[in-house]
Nanobody, 124 residues
Framework: QVQLVESGGGLVQAGDSLRLSCAAS????????MGWFRQAPGKEREFVAA????????YYAESVKGRFTISRDNAKNTVYLQMNSLKPEDTAVYYC?????????????????WGQGTQVTVSS
């Protein structure tokens, strides 16, 4: 059974940083691409970042490019999202997701497994 467990969310002020973690189990982590999505209140879930199985290629939404960094540690079966210069509009529930393929996707339907989400709240 595949499990993705996010952690690291919280309440911060604008300009602060947070690092989210997602621990994966039940899958061959080093063989799949991973992604982060988020859902703000009253809005649809949206793509944030993705990383290829090897960690050498990443892709970001324009809204977070230059501020967020996705990375992974295949030895620890964990993917991270370093979030810097946080803004109030980054407030959302952040979800970790796993594909069944090595290459990345920015589409929700490209991901087979999802975590339960972790809340990030940025105050102004």
């Amino acid at each position: 059974q595949v499990q993705l467990v996010e952690s690291g969310g919280g309440l911060v002020q604008a300009g602060d940083s947070l690092r989210l973690s997602c621990a994966a189990s039940g899958l061959t982590f080093s063989g799949v691409a991973m992604g982060w999505f988020r859902q703000a209140p009253g809005k649809e879930r949206e793509f944030v970042a993705a990383i290829r199985w090897s960690g050498d290629v990443t892709y970001y939404a324009e809204s977070v490019k230059g501020r967020f960094t996705i990375s992974r540690d295949n030895a620890k079966n964990t993917v991270y999202l370093q979030m810097n210069s946080l803004k109030p509009e980054d407030t959302a529930v952040y979800y970790c997701a796993a594909r069944q393929y090595v290459n990345m996707s920015y589409r929700e339907e490209g991901y087979s497994y999802w975590g339960q989400g972790t809340q990030v709240t940025v105050s102004s």
